[in-house]
């Protein structure tokens, strides 16, 4: 009975995940990758027909041994180790938890060193024992609320454009920069904010946050790399047309919200 549910439901899948060109391309991208044909792709639906409990059962007995299980087990040290009983020891006899306030002098506003520039911006640190890597996260108030009217995509090209080239490093120069220290540098937004996110090795931080920088402050807004990201646009803009559930929550928000 469960197995005949997980048929149907695969059936389904396929017809879902395959429902505008694009989807349907990569699946069959999916399936050339996979198996070698992607004629393949058109016989997927009746090869899960053909599977029984019996093959499941086989395939479970194969894999799922004792033999292939990994297992990890996280102690913490410290004060957090005498509140989490590791030894089979029941909660009832475990370390009392450590007070409200003990609580707080450990947590992220703690371990936290916050400086605030004459600009406004606020400059938030917190480091990690041991690590040999150091996150980025940037969030400027420029998301999609703050364009005008009459311009409602200008926050989200902006953010398109800001990676494309900027006064000290061009787009090419940057991105050969970016692939050596083995990461990149994205803009996005969302309603209220523009913001990037990364992650490099603690030797290169200083390079990524003068890169990260240059693209805020100095970007270049290459006339040619701006016609490729409105090109961009307009092809995404029109596969969306070609699927029913972009269609259903436009014609949506058509209905609910005003102009």
Known sequence: EEL?????????????????????????????????????????????????GEDVMAVAKRYFT???????????????????????TPA???????????????????R????????????????????????????????????PKDKPLLASLVSEMLNKGAKHASAAEMAAMLEEMGTG????TDKFTLSSSGKVVSDDLGVFVALLGD???NPLFPEAE?????????AQLAQAMSDTGSLAAVALSQKVFQP
């Open 4 to 52: 005949a549910r997980v048929k149907k439901a695969r059936r389904k899948a396929a017809l879902l995940g395959t429902d505008s060109q694009m989807s349907y391309l990569s699946k069959l991208c999916e399936v050339l990758a996979a198996t070698g044909s992607w004629e393949d792709f058109f016989d997927h639906r009746e090869r899960y027909d053909a599977v029984t």
């Open 66 to 88: 004792r033999k292939n299980r990994t297992v990890g087990v996280f102690m913490p040290e410290g004060d957090e180790a005498q509140a989490v009983p590791v030894d089979g």
């Open 92 to 110: 009832a006899e475990a370390s009392a938890p450590a007070p409200e306030s003990a609580a707080k002098a450990t947590g992220y506003a703690a």
């Open 112 to 147: 936290t060193t916050s400086k605030v520039f004459d600009n406004g911006m606020t400059v938030q640190v917190m480091p990690i024992e041991g690590a040999t890597t150091v996150g980025v996260s940037l969030a400027l108030r420029a998301g999609d609320h703050y364009a």
């Open 185 to 188: 540098i994205a803009f996005g």
């Open 215 to 217: 693209c805020l402050r």
């Open 226 to 234: 701006f016609a490729q990201v409105k090109e961009a646009y307009r």
